[in-house]
C-alpha cells in the first residue's frame, strides 16, 4: 500500500511537470473585455512588458509577434476569434537582461528581426523553427528601433552613439550613418521605401530623412510651429509621401508638408498630458486614419480624416481595462483591426471595427 501511494505521488509530480513544460511552449489564457470593441489577451509569462508589434497575418487566424523585454523573449499571438488563441514565448538562444526591444517581420524569408539594447545585438529568429541568432553590433552602437525597407535591408537607429545602421542580411554587414552634429540621438524610425528613410530626433526637436542610394547626409526638418519654439517628436509613421509624428509634450498630432523647409499641419489631442507615443496610419481611398496610444492614460484613439484633404471627421479614445495598462504600440493591420502591447498590465489587445458606438446628436435651431 505504501509503495502504491508513494508510485501515484511520483506519478502526479511527473505529470504535472509535463504539463507545465507544455504550457511554456504554447499556452492559452482567458480574454477580458473593456467594452465589445477591445478584447485582451493577457501573456502567461509574469511581467513580461510586452513592448513593439508587428502584423505576420490577418487572418483568421491572426498572427501576431511582440518583443518581452522584461522577460528577455519574443512572444506570438495566434488568434481564430476571443475564445480560440494560442500563445507562444520563445526565449532559447536570447541572452539574458538582453531586454529585446523593437522587432519587424520580414515575409520574403519567413525571419523576425528584432533589437536587443541590452547585449548591443541584432536578433533573428526563424519562424519556421524558432531558432534564434544573435548578431553583435558593431563598435559601440546600442540597437533600439529598426525598420526594414522592401530590399530587405534593415536599419537600425543607435540613439546613444547618434547613429543609423543599415545590415544586410546577403553580404552580411552593417553600415554606418552619422547623423551629424551632438546629441541628434536618432531614435524612432519608419520608410518609405529603398531610397527614403525617416528617423526622428527629439534631443533637436528634428524629424530627418537620409537616401542612402544618394546620399550619406541627413536632411533634417524642425517639428515646430508658428509662434512656438520646436518641440521634440515621440511616434512617427509614414503615409504614402509624408511622415506623421505624436508630439507628446504639445498633445498633438501632425504630419509635414514635404517639399516646405518647417510647415506641419497639426491635430489637438484630448485631454492633455495624454501621452501620445506610437502612431500607425492606414486609409480606404475614402478616408485616412491615424491610430495612436495615449500610454499615460491607457488609452487608444483614432483619428478619420478626409483623403482628399485630411480635414478631421472624427476623433475617438477609448481606455484599456486599466489605467496602469500602459499601451506602448499599436499596429493595424490589413481587416482593419488594430493590436496594442498593453506594458503595464501584460496583454496583447485587439480592437475591432466598429471601433466605437456612434450617436447622432439632434439638430438644434435657435430663432
Known amino acids: 500500500m505504501k509503495r502504491t501511494r508513494i508510485f501515484l505521488i511520483f506519478l502526479f509530480i511527473l505529470l504535472t511537470l509535463n504539463s507545465t513544460i507544455w504550457l511554456l511552449a504554447d499556452e492559452q489564457g482567458l480574454p477580458s473585455t473593456t467594452n465589445g470593441y477591445i478584447v485582451e489577451y493577457p501573456l502567461l509569462v509574469p511581467n513580461a512588458g510586452p513592448q513593439s508589434i508587428v502584423v505576420q497575418t490577418a487572418g483568421p487566424p491572426a498572427t501576431v509577434w511582440f518583443t518581452m523585454p522584461d522577460a528577455d523573449a519574443i512572444g506570438r499571438l495566434v488568434v481564430t476569434n476571443s475564445t480560440n488563441f494560442q500563445f507562444t514565448a520563445f526565449d532559447l538562444g536570447i541572452t539574458a537582461d538582453s531586454a529585446p526591444h ?62 543609423l545602421l543599415s545590415y544586410n542580411p546577403a553580404t552580411p554587414g552593417f553600415t554606418l550613418y552619422p547623423y551629424g552634429g551632438t546629441g541628434g540621438n536618432p531614435t524612432h524610425i519608419d520608410i518609405l521605401n529603398n531610397n527614403s528613410i525617416w528617423v526622428t530626433s527629439p534631443a533637436t526637436n528634428q524629424v530627418a530623412e537620409i537616401k542612402p542610394s544618394t546620399s550619406t547626409t541627413f536632411i ?91 480635414d478631421l471627421i472624427l476623433y475617438s479614445a477609448h481606455a484599456l481595462s486599466t489605467p496602469a495598462s500602459q499601451p506602448t504600440d499599436i499596429i493595424v493591420d490589413e481587416n482593419g483591426v488594430a493590436w496594442i502591447t498593453g506594458k503595464g498590465n501584460n496583454v496583447i489587445a485587439q480592437w475591432v471595427s466598429p471601433y466605437a458606438s456612434y450617436t447622432n446628436l439632434p439638430l438644434v435651431v435657435k430663432p
Open 102 to 163: 523593437d522587432l519587424v517581420y520580414d515575409a520574403a524569408n519567413g525571419l523576425i528581426w528584432f533589437t536587443q539594447p541590452g547585449n548591443a545585438s541584432l536578433g533573428r529568429l526563424v519562424i519556421s523553427t524558432g531558432a534564434i541568432t544573435e548578431i553583435p553590433l558593431p563598435g559601440s552602437h546600442v540597437p533600439l528601433n529598426l525598420a526594414i525597407a522592401p530590399n530587405g535591408r534593415l536599419y537600425i537607429t543607435s540613439p546613444s552613439t547618434n547613429h
Open 220 to 310: 533634417k526638418i524642425p517639428v515646430q510651429d508658428f509662434g512656438i519654439s520646436p518641440y521634440p517628436p515621440s511616434g512617427l509613421t509614414l503615409d504614402s509621401s509624408a511622415p506623421w509624428i505624436t508630439a507628446n509634450t504639445m498633445n498633438r498630432i501632425g504630419r509635414y508638408a514635404e517639399g516646405t523647409l518647417t510647415f506641419w499641419r497639426w491635430y489637438e489631442l484630448l485631454p492633455a498630458n495624454s501621452g501620445a507615443s506610437a502612431i500607425d496610419y492606414t486609409t480606404s481611398g475614402t478616408f485616412n486614419y491615424l491610430w495612436f496610444v495615449q500610454t499615460d492614460l491607457g488609452r487608444v484613439g483614432r483619428m478619420t480624416l478626409g483623403a482628399a484633404n485630411n
